[in-house]
């Protein structure tokens, strides 16, 4: 078995030996490389069947003596050159790698830049393609050579494609997080808006400094390329980088818009989502209206500008950072980079789409806030003018009834008890109502914006605090104000009426009556005051509204003191009794006398008076007769007074009061025919030509109506006759004028008009 075995052996010996030297000597004469046509890509043209030679002749080597000494010469020959071809193959290995490594990776745009060098290197390869194989004697020279060569290449394009990938690194930083976010980054946080203004500054810092980074960096490149500025190659290669820095911008901005679309998606806030409303609004009471802060609306009511352009402010932001970066390629027309930005599409649709939803959010909000309208009485109206109204009415009429009523008005009647009690409750269920119901914000239907209406909230509450306190204030105000005016009256009236009254000291009969007659006029009141008084502090009561102990105390005390007080007057009354039965005699005598004169005066006016049409200086007269009736007046007064508080029954003085009507209606109808005198005369130097008789003729018939609405009982004086006479004859006056202006009246019609008023006048163009 083992004989068979070496023979065996022996016969794959002799054959591998015989055909040894063939393939050795055919494999070394080929080229040292070898380029595939299509890819350009270089391959290490060592044979395999090379390969295997080696490592057979090496295993022969170590086995048995007679074995190696069988060696061919060949081969033995080329395995004594296997360090040289082994130093071959690593830098033939190098040079492919680096070669090939430039071909795959060299950019369209930088290939121009590295053609130049990449040719020479082609042509340094040639020799190793064609003639150049691996006997050749100065194989490892050229190998060098080339090496150096191709390294040179390849480590200088590489160089660029890192610095380009130290400029994709940076531009790759701006868009790590969105330009604005969230509080810590929480998604339970509103968007920070405090530090808008750090944020942006520290974000322009970082880009200004990384823009003066890349502008270094593709200096070294242009070193690197070894190029001149001003080729087409390098300002191609430029429009590349420049490119890159619009992506980087173009990534900075989508994420931090698609931040915002995101949290105001209103899918992504649906039930159960770990996101919350991502803007806020408060809503505040600034009378006479609802404002939010920021503004829903664009209005001049908001100091911080409306929603909308706080949102677009932000989205701007983001835009002006493109300014911040000179370009790269400046033989482009824009020096910076935010047109090209805002003319991305996508961008611009996000934009829009963003602020679409803003507008939604927005409107949103202003009907959200409407639903509150119902309540703006509570800020507009005037609570004291309410006040007022309600203390005359006992109620608060409606416009309808206020119309209704016309000129003799609704009647007026004084509140009662339980009336201001209904008021105090109305307010009172309404502070409830909005307390319960009304919450301090207001998630709106898309999720992402959310109302504070606490604000408002709160200033709707104290202002029906303020409606309801009205009411109550004026309840403490009239128990404190009554018993406190009781006890002053009480205090002044006993100091007055213990004074002593002699006789023939009128003064002081005059103070006493004064008193007494005080006494009498408050009696029904005052009677009458202490129980509704009482009732008023048990409904205060219910309000938590306690009265001080000084009120207690002169609700308890007062009565008593009061009861006194009218025991004195009436003791006083009969005192005086017999003082004051002079002093009627005297004053009954002078109204008496006052009676007469008034009729003797009443005479004389209306004889002297400016009754007639014809009267001179009239607005003199009635002067003198407005003097006279006031001096009159005042005398009558005097009497009045006197007579109440001697409690004396005067008649009426009718004549006087007739004369000072008569004063007023005179005025009246003086002013009426001043006006239509001086527009009279007005139109008399009117030009015949330029008179225009259908406008004179509406203000005549005007002037004549306003007459017929004066006071009837000028009708009976013959200024008023006059008066009408004298616009009824303008009336017909202005007929007959403009039956004159007729075109078909000739020269011959006015010579007869002329003899029948027997009137002379001339007719031209000019007049």
Aim: proline share 3%; hydrophobic share 35%.
């Amino acid at each position: 078995m083992l004989e068979l075995l070496n023979l065996h052996d022996e016969r794959l010996f002799d054959d591998w030996a015989k055909d040894v030297s063939d393939i050795s000597t055919a494999n070394l004469e080929n080229p040292l490389l070898l380029r595939d046509p299509a890819t350009k890509r270089l391959s290490v043209n060592f044979n395999p069947q090379l390969v295997a030679v080696l490592r057979e002749v090496k295993y022969l080597s170590i086995a048995t003596d007679e074995e190696a000494r069988t060696i061919p010469d060949t081969a033995q020959g080329i395995y004594g050159k296997n360090d040289v071809y082994r130093r071959y193959l690593r830098n033939l290995d190098l040079i492919v790698a680096w070669y090939n490594k430039v071909r795959e990776t060299v950019l369209d745009v930088e290939h121009p830049l590295i053609e130049a060098q990449l040719q020479s290197v082609d042509n340094q390869l040639e020799r190793a393609l064609t003639t150049l194989c691996w006997t050749s004697e100065d194989a490892w020279d050229y190998i060098e050579s080339t090496r150096e060569a191709v390294h040179k290449l390849e480590r200088e394009l590489q160089a660029t494609k890192d610095n380009i990938d130290n400029v994709t690194v940076l531009l790759t930083k701006w868009s790590e997080a969105p330009l604005f976010e969230r509080h810590e980054g929480k998604n339970n946080t509103l968007i920070i808006l405090e530090d808008r203004e750090n944020r942006l500054n520290a974000r322009s810092d970082l880009i200004a400094k990384d823009s003066v980074t890349i502008h270094d960096l593709v200096k070294k490149n242009l070193e690197l390329f070894g190029a001149t500025e001003d080729s087409v190659e390098w300002k191609n290669y430029l429009q590349y980088v420049d490119d890159l820095v619009v992506d980087g911008f173009f990534n900075s901005i989508d994420k931090s818009i698609s931040f915002f679309l995101e949290h105001t998606n209103t899918e992504n806030i649906a039930e159960g989502s770990s996101l919350t409303p991502l803007f806020e609004t408060k809503m505040e009471l600034v009378q006479p209206t609802i404002v939010f802060n920021p503004e829903l609306e664009n209005t001049q009511m908001s100091n911080s500008g409306s929603f909308f352009d706080l949102v677009d402010g932000l989205v701007q932001d983001m835009f002006k950072q493109c300014a911040l970066f000179p370009r790269i390629a400046p033989h482009l027309e824009n020096g910076n980079y935010q047109s090209d930005v805002e003319d991305i599409l996508e961008l611009s649709d996000k934009r829009n789409e963003l602020m679409e939803r803003v507008n939604i959010a927005s409107q949103a909000g202003c009907e959200y806030r409407d639903t509150f309208s119902r309540f703006q009485y509570l800020w507009k109206d005037d609570r004291s003018e309410f006040l007022a109204t309600f203390l005359q009415y006992g109620r608060i009429p409606t416009s309808e009834e206020m119309d209704q009523a016309g000129d003799d008005g609704i009647e007026q009647k004084k509140p009662t008890l339980d009336q201001f009690k209904e008021q105090v409750d109305n307010y009172e269920k309404l502070y409830k109502e909005v307390s319960n119901d009304m919450p301090n914000s207001k998630l709106l239907d898309e999720g992402w914006f959310r109302i504070d209406s606490s604000p408002f909230r709160a200033a709707l509450l104290n202002t029906i605090k303020h409606w309801s306190f009205l009411f109550k204030q004026h309840l403490i105000d009239h128990v404190t104000n009554s018993l406190n005016d009781l006890r002053d009256f009480i205090q002044v009236t006993k100091t007055g009426l213990g004074k002593e009254v002699t006789e023939g000291d009128y003064d002081s009969l005059v103070g006493c009556m004064g008193y007494l007659g005080a006494v009498r006029e408050r009696i029904p009141e005052t009677d009458n005051m202490f129980e509704p008084l009482k009732h008023t502090i048990d409904l205060l009561k219910i309000y938590q509204q306690e009265m001080s102990e000084d009120v207690h105390q002169l609700l308890e005390e007062l009565p008593e003191q009061w009861s006194n007080a009218k025991k004195i007057a009436s003791t006083v009354k009969q005192t005086v009794a017999p003082l004051q039965a002079n002093e009627v005699s005297l004053l009954r005598r002078k109204s008496a006398t006052f009676d007469v004169r008034q009729h003797e005066f009443r005479e004389t006016f209306r004889a002297a008076a400016p009754l007639r049409f014809n009267d001179d200086k009239p607005y003199d007269l009635l002067d003198f007769w407005n003097t006279k009736v006031e001096e009159m007046e005042t005398e009558m007064a005097d009497i009045c007074t006197a007579a109440n508080l001697f409690e004396v029954n005067l008649p009426d003085f009718r004549q006087l009061k007739a004369c000072r009507r008569e004063v007023g209606l005179l005025k009246t109808l003086w002013d009426r025919v001043f006006l239509v005198q001086t527009s009279f005369t007005e139109w008399t130097k009117t030009l015949w030509r330029e008179v225009n008789v259908e406008q004179l003729d509406m203000d005549s018939k005007k002037f004549a109506k306003d007459i017929r609405g004066l006071d009837k009982e000028m009708r009976a004086w013959d200024v008023f006759n006059g008066l009408d006479g004298r616009v009824k004859n303008m009336v017909t006056s202005l007929r007959a004028v403009g039956e004159l202006q007729n075109p078909a009246i000739r020269e011959r019609h006015w010579q007869q008009l002329m003899q029948a008023t027997k009137v002379k006048f001339v007719m031209s163009d000019d007049k």
